[in-house]
Nanobody
Framework: QVHLEESGGGLVQPGGSLRLSCAASGSIFSNNAMGWYRQVLGKQRELVAVITSTGGMTKYTESVKGRFTISRDNARKLVDLQMNSLKPEDTATYYC??????????????????WGQGTQVTVSS
């Protein structure tokens, strides 16, 4: 069983920065890809950034490229999302996800898929 717990959300002014962290328990962390997703009430959950099991490959949604950086520390079972130059449209609940992929790629594979409870990010003046 895997448990994911997000932290680091909060209220920030436009142009500011936040760093989200996701701490994982369980033994399968280093063998799975990780991702950050976000959801606004009434809308579908969307991918923000994902990172392969080894950290060698990342992928971002277009709207956050150049502003957000995903990283992971397999020894500490952490995945972070550094968010800079935040905009009001970044306001959402951010979720951490652990999911199986083929080897060290981002190709989806069968297997357990885990989500955290979410952390709220509000960008407002």
């Amino acid at each position: 069983q895997v448990h994911l717990e997000e932290s680091g959300g909060g209220l920030v002014q436009p142009g500011g920065s936040l760093r989200l962290s996701c701490a994982a328990s369980g033994s399968i962390f280093s063998n799975n890809a990780m991702g950050w997703y976000r959801q606004v009430l009434g809308k579908q959950r969307e991918l923000v950034a994902v990172i392969t099991s080894t950290g060698g490959m990342t992928k971002y949604t277009e709207s956050v490229k150049g502003r957000f950086t995903i990283s992971r520390d397999n020894a500490r079972k952490l995945v972070d999302l550094q968010m800079n130059s935040l905009k009001p449209e970044d306001t959402a609940t951010y979720y951490c996800r652990l999911f199986p992929t083929v080897g060290s790629s981002l190709l989806p594979a069968r297997g357990p898929d885990y989500w955290g409870q979410g952390t709220q990010v509000t960008v407002s003046s």
